[in-house]
């Protein structure tokens, strides 16, 4: 990189903060009228940028959507992780649902998720991009179901944790669609529903998680 292409630090901060004010625009206009609903126009609008300088720092919608959807992702499994850290998980896990009802901008948006996913099922770049986030989301719940309760785990064996990292996983997604689809459901009528299950997985306080099936006799 020659001198003149080389940024200043200060530059770089700026530059950076404009793409995710652009980021910030195109994420508001996706969640209102969709990936296909929103054009560049209405992008720029929302930014209060021109087009022009949209097209600095992406080269296409695409692009932009890529983009939303990589931040969104990371973001989805910082948002898990803070599930792990919780002493109590169906209560960490009523607390994120609450958030996703209401739409709130620190918890993953449920409306966004349900758009990533349809985006999946038409563009190949979109669909990889799940499939590997949705391998790493796996992937560390299962290390936290493995872990040992003395740090912070379930204690799990590995190919209980292995079967019980998938379960986790549906049921998390499961609920991002629910608060979408059923925006009034209270907190006690979820409480009730998912304690039996986690309770019989071991994954409420004090409780062990159930051995391993014994395999089927041939």
Not at 36 to 49: D, K, N, Y
Not at 168 to 174: A, H, P
């Amino acid at each position: 990189m020659n001198a003149i292409q080389r940024r200043s630090p200060r530059a770089e901060a700026k530059a950076e903060s404009q793409r995710e004010r652009i980021l910030d625009a195109a994420q508001k206009c996706f969640i209102e009228h969709g990936f296909h609903g929103a054009g560049m126009a209405l992008i720029a609008e929302t930014a209060g940028v021109s087009a022009g300088l949209i097209y600095r720092y992406f080269d296409s919608k695409h692009a932009i959507v890529l983009a939303i959807i990589a931040r969104e992702l990371e973001g989805k499994r910082a948002k898990i992780e803070e599930l792990h850290a919780r002493d109590d998980f169906l209560e960490a896990v009523i607390a994120k649902f609450r958030g996703w009802q209401a739409g709130e901008p620190e918890v993953m948006n449920a409306p966004l998720f349900l758009e990533m996913s349809a985006e999946g099922t038409r563009a190949p770049e979109v669909a990889r991009a799940i499939a590997a986030s949705d391998a790493l989301t796996r992937q560390d719940f299962e290390r936290w179901l493995l872990r040992p309760r003395a740090e912070g785990g379930v204690g799990m064996a590995a190919d209980c944790a292995r079967r019980s990292a998938l379960l986790v996983q549906c049921l998390i997604e499961g609920l991002v669609v629910r608060a979408v689809r059923d925006p009034g459901l209270d907190a006690a009528t979820l409480r009730e529903a998912l304690a039996p299950v986690f309770h019989a997985m071991g994954l409420t306080p004090g409780v062990q998680a159930a051995p391993p099936s014994p395999e089927p006799s041939p």
